[in-house]
């Protein structure tokens, strides 16, 4: 048996990943973290999350504690979010909280207290190597799965984690919840990011940042519009760009340096590789001229492409990917591991 803390963040999946826990001869105590204090409405980080994870654990007969991480969380993904809209880039906070706060501070805070593991209810799964290297691999349900965002995690971290609901689809999960008769049994699930109201995004950053107006210029420099701050628009970006060209047009760059914003055509979005920065392995280093799959987005698809060094190059060209976001590589379903768009 072994004693293992259990991020409980008042959902469905971490409800049922400690009943698992539990129920597999575990001593669990579950913990739910409160990482943010101001408005909130994506359900992760409210007040009713807090007592619905808090219900959750009585129901299960395991103690349930809440850690105030607040402070932390601002300085570690908040204050750096903000930093990176201001400086044109796009961040993706739920990564930087996973790294920082799940598998930063939380595994600190339960090696001190002397748990032998964390369990969240990530769809994901971690299996071991002959050797005893433990891989991070995707989740059994595609439509679900959060390697993705995962892909953060070295060797030491993956380690002392465990994911009880990677072998399960997101209906068996369900379903295993009504039949505890958990209250998150059908709760809807967190989509948003946990600090920001649903459709808040620009009114947070303007509350964070003074806005620089600059240009909108076309690839060959000419003006064809103005804008209010570069924290508004994100590489792709083809929507709310109050520019009428006659023609779809996307933002193809975003020079925080000169307030500027460069539109063009879908095929000025192609590029052939892209230079990663702040490289995490999950087991050992990537081999240079290593073939991978290449993920950008959560639920996007994976491309393939080849490692070269801090440097990935597509076999095919694809749509440029914004700077400060997450490019996570594969081989087949076991994750290499991820770096950020310099």
């Not at 995690?153 to 002392?160: F, H, I, K, R, S």
């Not at 064809?224 to 628009?233: K, L, N, S």
């Not at 929507?239 to 933002?251: D, H, I, K, P, S």
């Not at 490692?307 to 290499?336: C, I, K, N, Y």
Request: hydrophobic share 40%.
């Amino acid at each position: 048996m072994s004693r293992v803390l259990v991020a409980m963040s008042g959902g469905v999946d971490s409800s049922v990943a400690a009943a698992l826990m539990r129920d597999q001869g575990h001593d669990v105590t579950g913990v739910t973290l409160k990482l943010w204090g101001g408005d909130s409405d994506s359900g992760c980080c409210s007040v009713s999350d807090v007592e619905d994870a808090r219900r959750v654990a009585a129901q299960l007969g395991v103690p349930h504690y809440v850690f105030n991480f607040a402070d932390e969380f601002d300085a570690k993904v908040v204050d750096p979010y903000v930093a990176a809209y201001a400086a044109g880039r796009t961040p993706n906070p739920c990564i930087e909280c996973n790294r920082s706060m799940k598998w930063g501070r939380l595994l600190d805070r339960a090696r001190t207290m002397g748990f032998d593991a964390v369990a969240t209810g990530h769809h994901a799964r971690i299996t071991y190597s002959g050797d005893g290297t433990a891989e991070l691999r995707r989740g059994e349900d595609p439509a679900k799965d959060q390697s993705y965002v995962l892909s953060i995690l070295d060797q030491p971290a993956l380690a002392m984690t465990l994911l009880p609901v990677g072998e399960m689809t997101k209906a068996d999960v369900r379903a295993h919840a009504q039949r505890l008769g958990l209250r998150t049994a059908t709760k809807a699930e967190s989509m948003d990011v946990c600090f920001i109201t649903r459709g808040g995004r620009k009114k947070f950053l303007d509350a964070r940042i003074t806005p620089n107006p600059g240009d909108i210029v076309d690839t060959a420099g000419a003006v064809v519009g103005v804008h209010d701050g570069v924290r508004g628009f994100t590489i792709g970006q083809r929507r709310g760009l109050a520019v009428a060209t006659g023609e779809r047009r996307y933002v193809v760059d975003v020079d925080a340096a000169t307030d500027t914003v460069t539109l063009g055509e879908r095929r000025d979005l192609l590029c052939d590789e892209i230079e990663l920065s702040r490289l995490t392995v999950t087991g050992t280093p990537i081999a240079n001229g290593t073939s991978v799959f290449a993920q950008v987005r959560s639920h996007g698809a994976a491309h393939p492409a080849v490692w070269l060094g801090d440097v990935l190059r597509w076999e095919t060209p694809q749509p440029r990917v914004a700077p400060g976001q997450t490019v996570a590589m594969f081989d087949g379903d076991r994750v290499l591991g991820s770096g950020i768009v310099a």
